[in-house]
């Protein structure tokens, strides 16, 4: 059986374990995020783009990660409490995760596999769209914004 996104799991910023399985049959946006980048607005429009499709089953996920120039250096905490009062973040975030490399979290090492190249983030704010049955979908780089058409479109075709 080939693997899905379902079977990896994350913990959540709080510590506690995020089998993917929680989102089963939702379509997952999966965010590497960062606090000190000049792509951080990029927030606002995942927290828009969550807020518009939650109830037709779209989760956003972020994962917070230090890998780019540093640029998300705080602790869980620091992290959790900047997202919710600087951008009223809603969505669900992981404990910090490397995203590329060796020690890349197995999700991330699956998503390449699955999607090649385009889905080893470069930047901060890479996003990877996993559909419902826990297939990758589609990867997009760090400067497509949330709220961009081609970001829209392949949700609306995963919901």
């Not at 190249?117 to 996993?130: D, M, R, Y």
């Not at 826990?134 to 058409?149: H, K, S, V, Y």
Request: net charge negative; charged share 20%.
């Amino acid at each position: 059986m080939t693997a899905t996104a379902y079977d990896y799991e994350f913990k959540t910023i709080d510590g506690a374990a995020l089998p993917l399985t929680t989102f089963r049959d939702k379509v997952v946006l999966v965010v590497n995020t960062a606090s000190a980048c000049g792509l951080t607005p990029q927030y606002d429009g995942l927290e828009k783009l969550y807020s518009d499709y939650k109830d037709r089953g779209l989760v956003v996920l972020g994962v917070p990660c230090n890998q780019f120039a540093g640029q998300e250096p705080g602790t869980e905490a620091e992290i959790k409490a900047f997202c919710e009062t600087r951008f009223n973040i809603d969505f669900p975030l992981t404990a910090k995760a490397d995203v590329k490399g060796e020690g890349a979290h197995p999700f991330y090492k699956w998503a390449q596999g699955e999607l090649g190249e385009s889905a080893v983030p470069v930047w901060n704010f890479h996003k990877i769209l996993i559909g419902k049955q826990g297939e990758a979908i589609q990867a997009f780089g760090p400067r497509t914004e949330p709220a961009a058409p081609e970001i829209a479109a392949a949700i609306e075709q995963a919901l």
